[in-house]
Each structure stands twice: as C-alpha cells, then as structure tokens.
C-alpha cells in the first residue's frame, strides 16, 4: 500500500488547515522535551510568529540510558496542547510503546514514532487503528525496503495518514551525531506517495549544520522539516540543546525557506 505502483498520486494529509505533502512545506519546530508550561508557551509563541506550522516537543522520552530525563510524560502532553491550541499550532509528540497510543492521540494532532522504535510492530500495528497522523522515522539502520515496510503496518491496519521522516543513519563518521541521508528524499518520492520530512537536528547534531542541511533537503524536494528549537539550549534538560536553534536562528531560517518554496 505505500508504493507508487500502487497510488500513483501523493498522498497529502490534512489536519485542520495545514496540507502535508500537498507542494507545500510544512515547518514542525520545537523542542526535544517538554520542560514546563512556560517553555512550551513561549517556544510555541516563536514557533508560530517564524511561520511554522506544527509544534514539537517530547513528554515519552527515549533515552539511551535509564537514567537520564525521561520527559515528564502526560503533563506535558497536557501543556503542549494548550500552548498549540492558544497560539494555533498543531502539535507532535513521540509515542514509544502501544498502552501510551491512545492517551498521546488525546492530546496531539501527529504521533511520531522515533527510530529506535521504527520496527517496534505492536506500535505499528496499534497506530494502524488510530485515527491520527503517524510521523515515521526511520531506523537509525535500516534500508528503505525496511522503513517502507514499518509504514506498511499502519497502512495495512487502516490508517492512510503516515508521513516518512529521514533523520539520519548511522555510519563511520563521528564528527556528525548521524549521516542524514539525502538522497532518501528523492529514493523515498520515487519508490511511495508518502510524504517525506526531514529532520536536520537529529541528522547532523549540530546547530551550525541545521541551516545548510535544512535548503539541502528542500532541494532534494523534502515536503517538510521538523527542527529543534529551544530558548535556552544551554539548560535544556535533554542533551539536544546542541543541536538545537536559538528563537532568531529558526526566524531567519524559516524566512529564508520562504525564498525556496512556498510555506503552507
Ligand atoms: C526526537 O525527535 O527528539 C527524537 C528522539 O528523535 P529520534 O527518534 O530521531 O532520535
Ligand atoms: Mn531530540
């Protein structure tokens, strides 16, 4: 069901007034986590006066080790659909394991599904039955045969809102936290209807990288970004504060965006 053979057209998937995939891009920008009423309020105030249309923010964090902060889980999903809904923003937010599905689809507009979790098929497959868009990322290691296929799984079981998101593999280099692959975006528009987004901060981690590799995947024809954006990075309580833009820098690079394609 994700292939071109079988839907030649793209797919576009409509939330409220916001078309993703429909020629336009679409700007998801926020935070990794969801720290306080405070921080969401006003990264969704900056999200929204830059142009973007979707706010980001993580209450289920996945973190490589136990112990580190694991966001702050239903009260911040309760937080970010406030601040979306005052500033008329959609939201995203990451589900990791099927019991949290339906109360993360209680408060947000996307669920992502991040790439340790891309081949967790009990997520999938309850994600097949709900009736919000899935934002697929791709495993930090898997082919484009393996992440067509995970998006099979919520296809199959009944939801056609799924969108791909690239967000870089894992290869030898180091200098980079991932290789973000390019060229996925123009495999991915040959081999599926599906739209494709582009995740820059988790694709290079860093913030210089962000801005050069953000007008690289427009080129490459992405149908939308989702980018990190904090207004202290610095403290942020997840280690992504290095990878994440400063309120001006997100401003300056959304009106530069505007210069190469036409934003929803
Ligand atoms: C995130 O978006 O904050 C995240 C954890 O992403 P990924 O699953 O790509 O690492
Ligand atoms: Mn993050």
Redesign the pocket.
């Known amino acids: 069901m994700a292939s071109r053979d079988f839907h030649p057209a793209d797919t576009v998937i409509e939330i409220g007034d916001v078309r993703i995939g429909g020629g336009e891009l679409v700007v998801m920008g926020g935070p990794?986590?969801v720290e306080s009423p405070e921080q969401i309020d006003e990264i969704a105030r900056l999200v929204k006066a830059a142009g973007g249309q979707v706010l980001?923010g993580?209450a289920f964090?996945?973190r490589t080790g136990p112990y580190s902060f694991q966001g702050i889980g239903v009260e911040g999903l309760e937080m970010m659909a406030e601040a979306g809904k005052k500033h008329g923003l959609l939201t995203i937010t990451?589900v990791m394991s099927p019991e949290y599905v339906d109360v993360c689809a209680q408060y947000a507009d996307i669920l992502?599904?991040?790439?340790?979790?891309m081949q967790n098929f009990d997520l999938l497959r309850k994600l097949g039955e709900c009736n919000r868009a899935v934002l697929l990322?791709r495993g930090?290691s898997a082919t484009y045969d393996e992440w067509l296929n995970a998006a099979e799984y919520i296809l199959a079981g009944g939801n056609p809102n799924v969108m791909l998101?690239e967000?870089?593999i894992r290869t030898f280099e180091s200098y980079t936290r991932n290789t973000l692959d390019l060229a996925a975006i123009p495999v991915m528009k040959q081999l599926t209807h599906l739209p494709i987004i582009s995740?820059p901060?988790?694709g290079t981690g860093r913030r210089e990288l962000v801005e050069p590799m953000t007008k690289a995947s427009v080129a490459a024809g992405a149908d939308g970004l989702?980018i990190?954006m904090h207004t202290d990075p610095d403290n942020s309580m997840?280690g992504?504060g290095v990878q994440s833009l400063f309120p001006d820098q997100f401003a300056r690079l959304l009106r530069e965006l505007e210069q190469l394609a036409p934003l929803c």
């Open positions: 990794c986590a980001r993580g964090k996945p990451e992502q599904v991040g790439t340790r979790n990322k930090f998101c967000r870089g995740d901060s988790h989702i990190e997840t992504d």
